[in-house]
Nanobody, 125 residues
Framework: QLQLVESGGGLVQPGGSLRLSCAGSGFVMGDYPIAWFRQAPGKEREGVSCIGRYKGFINYVDSVKGRFTISRDNTKNMVWLQMNNLKPEDTGVYYC??????????????????WGPGTQVTVSS
């Protein structure tokens, strides 16, 4: 059974950094695009970043470009989101997500079907 579990969230001051991890089990993660989403209090969930199976298929929402970096290690069944220069507006629950094998990269980036439970990120002084 496909499972995703996020970790690495916490409380950090503005300007600080966090590295979120997404661990996959029950499937070969390298065969799937993986997306990161976040949901701030009172707001809709939004896509943050997405990485395809192959190099070059990476995107970021404009608000995190230059600050966040998505990466993966298929040998470890892991995807990470390195978040630098964090801002209070980055606060929220962060989720990694994917869709059934064979789904397009764009569909995973916009409407994934499988979600992890999320990890809380709070940016505050």
């Amino acid at each position: 059974q496909l499972q995703l579990v996020e970790s690495g969230g916490g409380l950090v001051q503005p300007g600080g950094s966090l590295r979120l991890s997404c661990a996959g089990s029950g499937f070969v993660m390298g065969d799937y695009p993986i997306a990161w989403f976040r949901q701030a209090p009172g707001k809709e969930r939004e896509g943050v970043s997405c990485i395809g199976r192959y190099k070059g298929f990476i995107n970021y929402v404009d608000s995190v470009k230059g600050r966040f970096t998505i990466s993966r290690d298929n040998t470890k069944n892991m995807v990470w989101l390195q978040m630098n220069n964090l801002k209070p507006e980055d606060t929220g629950v962060y989720y990694c997500a994917t869709s059934p094998q064979g789904s397009t990269w764009s569909s995973v980036c916009t409407q994934p079907r499988y979600w992890g439970p999320g990890t809380q990120v709070t940016v505050s002084s």
